[in-house]
């Protein structure tokens, strides 16, 4: 922890308090200073549950046993949703990525969060990863397709392959994200490998309103 | 608290510690995300110390009754220690300026920390400053010397002369800080009104180490 030398404060409680803050990651002294003396001004109560929040939040947040996402409960409130198609599951790398595919209100099915993404660079390895995990979930038979929603990156792809020869003996439908032009991108600042795999991958024109 | 819509998130504790970092100012709710996650990922009683900091903070931090600094103690470090010169006080406006004067290591007296400064657009008046409590210190008669020490804004010199006026009757020496070119300062970007200032105030050239 980086501390300015001489810097002198007042008050113990002062201190530990911006120690802490000055901990998160892009938070310096300065602005940990600020968001301290911002509390400080606030109403007791409020910087109570402030202090409860950051507490339970670690102490209380399990993972799903089915999906290992971020839940309150043993199982999470889209895998014990009986209105969700069990059927279907899409492979994520973390909690951000469900809830972005959530906010599309597309999809019906359930996830299966993978705590991370193939990175040797990083130490991360298949084995740190719920990979088996999915291949026991596919293996209980009721998964008829699993959706590869990884980052089009060289990690997310090493990750797709792995995953893919795990479990391309299942004998289960294996599919990716479309990938292409994004919706209100300028086609001549679209990058050349995007815009020549949206070529290759090209489909039929339809009207609007008219596609499926 | 501005709120994305849509926003849903599988986990009602994760929800609100986002809640609360993003309650502070200058942290939006993707940054407060970030910090959650990252939260989420260190050590439980790392994080535990972070929420019991900021609970005791607000709850045991108190005010020192004789300069009204954020203190520990029902009287500050400063004002206990029998080393200071107790007949000069340096007036500031917060804890962040008695640190910074602190650090010049340059000052042996004591402070009175008005917790704020005279601004009628923000709706701050006298009252809601310890300038009664100064009056009151002053008339138990150690303090020889006042230094007011406030910025030098509108709002500071608003400040500076209403206090001059509240203790001019006392009897006392009133001081300010000296103002000037900065060290450091290159003259052609330092402002007008500080070199005109400057020109007004000069003092005797001394070799340097000369200097008293």
Redesign the interface.
Known sequence: MMKET?????????E??V??FA?????GRK?A????????R?D?E????????????????CY?KICH????NPV???CSDSARDISLVCVVE???D??AV??T?QFKGVYHVLGGIISPVDGIGPSDLTISLLEERIKEGTIKEVILALSTTMEGDTTNFYIYRKLHPLGINITTLARGVAIGDVLEYTDEITLGQSIINRREFTLPGKSS
């Open positions: 001489g810097n002198r404060f007042p008050s113990r409680l002062l530990e308090a120690d802490e901990s998160l990651p892009g938070i602005t200073f600020r968001l301290v003396m911002h509390l400080l606030r007791p409020e910087v109570k549950r402030f202090g409860e929040a950051v507490t339970r939040l670690r102490n209380e947040v799903c996402g971020i839940s309150d999470c409130d889209i973390n909690v951000q469900v809830m959530e906010n209100r």
